[in-house]
């Protein structure tokens, strides 16, 4: 049985006040290459251009507590289901 890679984005808000959150923009699924992940250098750390591009864009400086924080599923590659996603260095979780 051959298991094919799927990847989307997924954008939302999260209030810290109230605890709501709200999805601003869903990705359709699209296929992937595990070797193209992989050879690409980010696998180990999904989010992490990303994170490093609003950074640059928002003029935030590198510090041990970073502003941006990225959310990973990182454990589903390693198939794990995640119950919830945490933020690291910060008392918020988001519960799936």
Not at 18 to 33: C, H, K, Q, R
Not at 75 to 95: D, G, H, Q, W
Request: proline share 4%.
């Amino acid at each position: 049985m051959m298991v094919k890679l799927y990847q989307t984005q997924l954008f939302f808000v999260f209030n810290l006040c109230t605890g709501l959150y709200s999805t601003l923009f869903i990705a359709p699924l699209s296929e992937v290459d595990e070797r193209i992940l992989r050879a690409r250098g980010d696998w180990n750390s999904p989010g992490n251009k990303e994170c490093c591009m609003l950074r640059r864009k928002s003029a935030v400086p590198q510090s041990f507590f970073n502003s941006v924080h990225v959310l990973s599923n990182e454990s589903v590659f390693r198939e794990k289901s995640l119950s919830m996603l945490i933020a690291p260095f910060m008392y918020t979780a988001i519960m799936l």
